[in-house]
């Protein structure tokens, strides 16, 4: 039977295309999975002092967030959180800090929580630059870390990227979105239906402050080598922290994780006398 090589790339074009339409009107459903939240709901954490505010970086837009205070603060972490839920789950993550003895800044994305406001990739970005922006009024930003965590890497990253923060330290990220989608379609071109660009290897290219990967070597989301991958982008200035058995969504209860988190807190600074050392040994030579 002779088969027909137009019919059958007709075919393929057609399925393409039709994949291609699905990602680009239902991937804020595959990267966003929020959680609303009542105008009234009122946020109450254990062994945290958390304040409530909201602001409007411009017309029609509400950003929600939580302002955890403590007393005589080093500085504070403005905390870009993960795709799913809302605040009210994610705010007793602000407790990894306070303890430190740094404040933190925890948004809703718009759409999740309190925030309202139509989302896209650049309205994202602009309300993550207008939280900076409020922060630095408080702060100079050898006080500020930026952190990010899976989908809001790609956030943080931009905004070390943009601006001159002390730190930027980045938990499970991803590499790009669009590789997240590769991932499961790894024969499809994806790029012409991608609504969503935060490819925050391409940020960490012109980030210039010291940068921190923390990822679980047993993530079955987003691989170990995602981190690996990243830390290869800016390599003098990123040190990476594999937290080993540790998976994507349970990694703060490893207690590697929260050593790591104190190391670079602390910024301990050791010197070391390379030419004392077995550095430039070379181990074929006798």
């Given amino acids: 039977m002779k088969i027909d090589i137009y019919f059958l790339l007709s075919i393929v074009v057609t399925v393409t295309l039709i ?9 804020h459903r595959f990267f966003f999975q929020p959680e609303k939240l009542s105008p009234d709901f009122k946020f109450a954490y254990e062994h945290l002092k958390a304040e409530e505010k909201t602001v409007e970086p411009e017309r029609g837009a509400q950003i929600n967030y939580l302002h955890f205070q403590v007393e005589n603060p080093k500085g504070v972490v403005i905390y870009l959180k993960g795709n799913t839920k809302s605040i009210k789950g994610w705010g007793k993550f602000a407790i990894d800090f306070t303890r430190l003895n740094y404040e933190v800044i925890m948004m809703d994305y718009r759409g999740f929580g309190k925030s309202t406001g139509k989302r896209t990739a650049e309205a994202m970005k602009r309300d993550s630059q207008f939280i900076y922006d409020i922060v630095k009024k408080e702060y100079s930003e050898d006080q500020i870390i930026v952190y990010g965590r899976s989908l809001g ?3 943080a990253a931009r905004l070390a990227a943009k601006n001159n923060p002390r730190i930027l330290i980045l938990t499970s990220p991803l590499y790009s979105l669009l590789r997240a989608i590769h991932r499961y379609l790894p024969f499809m071109p994806a790029k012409p239906f991608l609504r969503y660009n935060i490819p925050t290897f391409h940020y960490l290219k012109n980030v210039r402050c010291p940068i921190k990967i923390l990822h679980g070597s047993d993530d079955g989301l987003v691989p170990i080598k995602t981190a690996i991958d990243l830390s290869e982008v800016n390599p003098k ?14 990694i703060h209860q490893f207690e590697e994780y929260h050593r790591a988190m104190e190391e670079i807190f602390e910024e301990r600074k050791v010197f070391i006398d390379m030419e004392k050392t077995s550095m430039n040994e070379n181990h074929r030579k006798n």
């Fill in 19 to 27: 994949t291609g339409i699905l990602i680009y009107f239902f991937q």
């Fill in 153 to 155: 890497s790609g956030f």
């Fill in 237 to 250: 200035l990123t040190r990476l922290y594999v937290i080993l058995g540790a998976g994507h969504i349970n």
